[in-house]
């Protein structure tokens, strides 16, 4: 299946328990607004670089759209689709007041010099300029975007439209970003895992064993996070490869490492290991922290963790979903998990609406909060309706969802 196939085929399986009708299933499924559009710039070269960019609009029943913008060559309308209507569910576990949105460009930016770079990046911000803003949607950084595209995006958008630093979040805190920000997806994948531990029987962090495939800002900050606490961190990866030491992996001296190498792979004492082996190790907890489609019913049967953490963006597909149910491992679902990158974007949102910034203290114990009351809403789902996780999250999602669309009028 596609990737917004996969999001469907959740969505229509916790439709079924709630007994949904067809037509509010369409209407719930189908996408506000999907834009393509041809984002051509001159190289540094003198050269004609043209390139492919998308933006999805899922739902703003909620509020505006939120989502991210990702620069990779994977790039299309159907990664856009699902990943934006993931968007509109992970909004509503989370209880924060927006919808749904997803896009990017098709491009390899390790390919471009960053005059490059910021020159797509402002032709884009002309091309969908006039259906994005802090009351319509938001943009954020996604794979291989960061906080300077971010500022290139809110400055080009102030040119046309006056001074705007709400249309997108995720910026530098030196320009209108919220202090937390950088480690909030990787701090909310941690206190997630730490509410299903003390939920499922007062276990902790301390003592367990972590396989991370991913060592970018969520795969790097989880890290830290799960290393402080006393979780024991036997393999990482990043696309150039991995390393193992089943002693677990020193994280600070790691983390210095990639800052010198721009790789985790050669680090001093460790094996090397494959991506797809990685998830295959034993180990008590899986940490899919990178592209989506990595657990997939071809390898699913060498999985061995007890719990799988989706700290990445659609991890798992339904193939693997079910057979991972069947055989009792435990998978903390996406839609929860990696909500908080988005919950302090909306705390980004709201600090620049207001014009008033908070201080990081606030910013955590007010994401500590939403992941807390989420997590609390979920397993009382899972322990009423009988269902997996990820249905729990379908299930609380779509309620929201679908009540304030009929409130609002259909």
Known sequence: MSGFEDVNYYFRKAARVMDLSAAVERMLVTPYREVKVDVSVTLDNGQLGT???????????????????????????????????LMTWKTAVVNIPFGGAKGGIAVDPATLTPR??????????????????????????DVNTNAQVMAWIMDEYSRMHGFSPAVVTGKPVDLFGSRGREEATGRGAVWALEEYLHDAGGGEIRGKTFAVQGFGNVGSWACRFLHERGGKIVAVSD?????????????????????????VTAFAGTDAITNEALLLLDVDVLVPAALGGVIHDKNVSGVRARIVLEAANAPTT????????????????DI????GGVTVSYFEWAQNIQQFSWEEDKVNAELHRHMREAYATLARVVRERKVSFRTAAFIVAIGRVGRATVLRGV
């Open 336 to 339: 929860y998990v990696n909500a």
């Open 239 to 263: 696309v150039q490869g991995g390393v193992h030491d089943p002693d677990g992996l020193d994280i600070p001296k790691l983390i210095e490492h990639v800052k010198q190498t721009h790789t």
């Open 318 to 333: 339904p193939a693997a979903d079910e057979a991972l149910a069947a055989r009792g491992v435990v998978v903390l679902p």
């Open 51 to 85: 390139f492919i960019g998308y933006r999805v609009q899922h739902d703003n029943s909620r509020g505006p759209m939120k989502g991210g913008l990702r620069y990779h060559p994977t790039v299309d309308m159907d990664e856009a689709q699902g990943l934006a209507s």
């Open 116 to 141: 490059e770079q910021e020159r797509l990046t402002r032709r884009f911000v002309q091309q969908i300029h006039d259906i994005i803003g802090p009351q319509r949607d938001i943009p954020a950084p």
